[in-house]
């Protein structure tokens, strides 16, 4: 057996574990497990939109210590932590092996799925290193953590300029989330032969909702960064929580933050329609 047939062989088993239904199971796991998160930002967020949230944070971190203060919450957040272990994998194999779907060996798509295998690979590490007792990892206040990477990178050399384009394109990424959410783009991953029309219903209100609360979530938070950038201000620059409250500052004042906490939760359900009807 030649060098190139064994790596092939290779391939073809790495190709099979990328397939399997272990692969399948962690990727649904992992929809779960996001879902969980973004169901409390929003609980949270509507709870400070009408008074209450007792000085919560509307954020990832919030969310997480609203589940360590419950019975259970540490053997809880090692769920949800797997869970997005099971994620970052899943998005790592499509970014090896390709997603499923006709476009899904594209190298956009692939490259795509490889910035998500960081990213839920950075969240997965964060709500790990919590639930084994590091406090300061993944509860921390987003709102301050923007500030600080905003600060350090304003004093790069070309630094307003290195924000001001991180921010637009926060922003663009805002409105790519939202406008794919509202045209139902979703549709082409999911196994829409075997949904009642009910479940198709309910997805469609939980994806539309979600997608577009989160999308205007990420524009808002983009416009920041950018105000940041302009003005050299990096207390300008505000994480989920400090974002969601500027709502406030709106005339739709709570209102507005109440629309958008409502649907980053239905967001929160629509990952749980995710991880039952999405191609894997």
Do not use: C
């Not at 649907?263 to 991880?275: K, Q």
């Amino acid at each position: 057996m030649n060098a190139q047939t064994m790596s092939l062989r290779g391939q073809g088993k790495a190709r099979q574990a990328a397939n399997s239904p272990a692969m399948a199971a962690a990727a649904r796991w992992g929809f779960v497990a996001r879902g969980v998160i973004y169901l409390l930002i929003g609980v949270l967020a509507l709870q400070i939109a009408f008074g209450g949230g007792g000085g919560k944070q509307a954020d990832r971190g919030g969310a997480l210590a609203e589940i360590a203060s419950k019975p259970m919450g540490s053997v809880l957040l090692w769920v949800l932590g797997v869970g997005l272990v099971g994620m970052a994998l899943w998005r790592l194999s499509e970014a090896l092996f390709g997603a499923a779907g006709p476009d899904g060996h594209k190298t956009g798509k692939r490259l795509l799925s490889a910035g998500r295998f960081v990213f839920y690979g950075f969240v997965a590490y964060s709500v790990l290193a919590f639930a084994a007792g590091d406090k300061s990892s993944g509860s921390g206040s987003s709102d301050q953590q923007s500030q600080d990477v905003t600060a350090k990178a304003l004093d790069l050399p070309g630094g307003q300029w290195i924000v001001g384009i991180v921010g637009v394109g926060i922003a663009i990424a805002g409105v790519w989330v939202g406008s794919r959410a509202v045209m139902r783009k979703y549709h082409k991953h999911l196994k829409l032969a075997e949904m009642s029309r009910g479940a198709r219903k309910f997805t469609d209100v939980t994806g539309v909702g979600g997608g577009a609360a989160r999308g205007i979530l990420f524009t808002a938070v983009g416009a920041f960064v950018v105000q940041a950038a302009v003005e050299y201000e990096p207390d300008k620059a505000k994480g989920f929580d400090d974002t969601l409250r500027s709502f406030t500052d709106t005339p739709a004042g709570p209102w507005l933050l109440a629309a958008v906490a409502l649907g980053l939760a239905l967001f929160g359900i629509f990952s749980f329609a995710m991880a039952r009807w999405r191609k894997v």
